[in-house]
């Protein structure tokens, strides 16, 4: 939302750039159409340039922190797991010991 919101606002001052380099460009069409003509690529090229910096700006982000945040996750879940399994292995030999088990997880996870 926000690269959109910084995308947006650029646009505008695009828009308001051409919108004046109009405006000079009827009133001084003799004068300085080769000035306004570069102040208008210039503009364009502004623009053109901030899109593509913010669009590599989004895409390196989501390659970088996808993989962090899924490993995170998948790491967070097997520990979870490596832990549930021990006590199993640990505490549930026999189905009497279910109430320990039962305990020993409201321990852990509590």
Do not use: H, W
């Amino acid at each position: 939302m926000r690269i959109l919101k910084f995308i947006t606002n650029d646009f505008i001052l695009f828009l308001v750039n051409i919108t004046i380099l109009t405006l000079i460009y009827y009133n001084y069409i003799y004068q300085s159409f080769d000035i306004i003509k570069e102040i208008l690529l210039i503009t364009i090229s502004y623009y053109l340039i901030s899109l593509v910096t913010s669009a590599s700006i989004t895409i390196s982000l989501y390659i970088i922190v996808k993989p962090v945040f899924y490993g995170i996750i998948k790491y967070t879940i097997l520990k979870k797991l490596e832990i549930i399994s021990y006590i199993f292995s640990e505490y549930y030999d026999d189905i009497n010991n279910l109430k320990d088990f039962e305990l020993k997880l409201k321990e852990i996870y509590c």
